[in-house]
């Protein structure tokens, strides 16, 4: 049994060695929820952690799904205290997972809440308990549903995050046997029972189906997985190579050079270039989206609007580079503020570039004969406003009543027409009342409370754009 104990030992040895896992002298955050899987994980670590030269501390994130969920929090306390590790157990507020999906959300804020204990304790890897056997069944999963040449890499034994798989060569019955060896017990979760999750169907009715035919199918995924995964990496050595002769030195790329280039060509390089901008694997809608802005003539403008990325991707002298939401540059387009609430005679300095005047007029008809016509100023009848007058900046979405035309056009189409240049829409001053747009200083005035022979009261608005100082 020793020997047999040794040999597993060897066997996650070698796959942190494979991997180049963990170096002398780091801290490795283990996650462990009470399973065989994680458990082995833990006892192995801890025996192999004197050699590999690393410290460890337990991490348990009870989601307070199951009645059990207190038992299983309590074992891994104490397991971690017979370990001498040591230990951090957290309580998710159960309405936090209230709706659909939970298993994603659940281990979204895994994830999170692994990466926090990170921090806290100084760690620079997280290593989670997955298996060959999960390897498996996610590029079965990721077949099913329908997976690119990256979706069959599965479980990654190393991720860019610092998540680390010590087990990921080992079989879940190898791992079951070597704490049956050492007489370490572990908690069973009742809920992976519970055939309505997709994952759990699968394991308990396909695989066994699976396994009858092919007995060694979890070997062959792990060595589809192997070549998938070395099959992208060679790959995106020759898509960093061609990235890096059309991309500038400050991360900008040639436009001409894109569109020079075969459509999945240009799809793959817009990947990687967006990753390495924003350190997100951008989805597939959107890299087509993207893909078809640049081969138009227009230069292209596209909003970045994902849960984990914000910003804009845009053209800048004939050059396409990507401003995040919260850049703080001269460019109009990624300067965020907050609206402002305008009264007559006083002035107001926008933090864009722009200053805008209000005053009271009370012959509304003859301050209109007077005035200089053009997008710069505005008259606005005061009797015919509902709310507060607002300034604030324009929106990804926004809509009007252009003056002297029926019905709403979008923002953005108004901006093509009057050819405003795409690094300066979204961002720029709308003045508002309610939810209705009054005027676009520099576009377009809008329907709404238009000056009429019935005016009797108004107010006159001025704008004024000062220089912006190039981004260096």
Known sequence: MVAKRNWFLRKVWRTIHTHNMLSRGER???????????????????????????????AHLNHQLRASAREDQAFVYELGRKLSLAVDTQELPPELLAGSNVEARARAFRYAYLHEVARRFHCAKVATGHTRDDQAETILLRLLRGATLRGL????????????????????????????????????????????FLRNHLRAVLMPEITAVQPRFASVAARLATAAREGVEAWET????????????????????????????????????LREQTGVVPAADLLRKLSAAVEARPQPFVP????????????????????????????????????????????????????????????????????????????????????????????????????????????QD????????????????????????????????AEHARISPNTRKAWFLRATQLPVKPTP
């Not at 283990?30 to 460890?56: W, Y």
């Not at 599965?154 to 049956?180: H, K, N, T, Y």
């Not at 849960?307 to 990624?334: F, N, W």
């Not at 002035?347 to 200089?372: A, F, H, M, N, R």
């Open 28 to 58: 490795v955050v283990v996650a462990v929820s009470g399973g065989g899987d994680s458990v082995a994980m833990v006892v192995a670590l801890s025996k192999l952690a004197p050699s590999l030269g690393i410290e460890l501390v337990v």
């Open 153 to 196: 890499r599965g479980i990654l034994p190393v991720r860019g995050d610092g998540v680390i798989r010590p087990l990921i060569d080992c079989s879940r019955w190898e791992a079951r046997q070597f704490l049956l060896e050492l007489g370490v017990p572990w908690r069973e979760d009742e809920s992976n029972r519970d055939t309505r």
């Open 238 to 273: 020759l898509v960093r190579e061609r990235l890096q002769a059309i991309q500038t030195p400050r991360g900008a790329l040639e436009l001409t050079g894109l569109r020079q280039l075969q459509p999945y060509w240009r799809k793959e390089l817009l990947r990687l270039w």
């Open 304 to 411: 970045l609007l994902g849960r984990k990325i914000r910003g804009y991707v845009c053209t800048r002298e004939g050059r396409l580079v990507y401003v995040p939401q919260d850049h703080a540059t001269g460019m109009l387009l990624s300067r965020q503020w907050s609206a402002v609430t305008l009264e007559p005679g006083r002035s107001y300095s926008l933090p864009v570039g722009w200053v805008l005047e209000v005053e009271t007029c009370l012959d509304p008809l003859e301050k209109l004969s007077k005035i200089q016509r053009g997008e710069m100023t505005a008259l606005v009848d005061a009797d015919a406003l509902k709310g507060p007058l607002v300034v604030r900046p324009a929106r990804y979405g926004d809509s009007l009543a252009p003056l002297g035309m029926r019905g709403k056009r979008k923002l």
């Open 414 to 445: 108004v901006y093509g027409e009057r050819r405003v240049a795409r690094e300066q829409r979204w961002g720029r001053p709308v003045v508002e009342d309610g939810s209705a747009i009054v005027w676009v200083p520099g576009v377009v005035r």
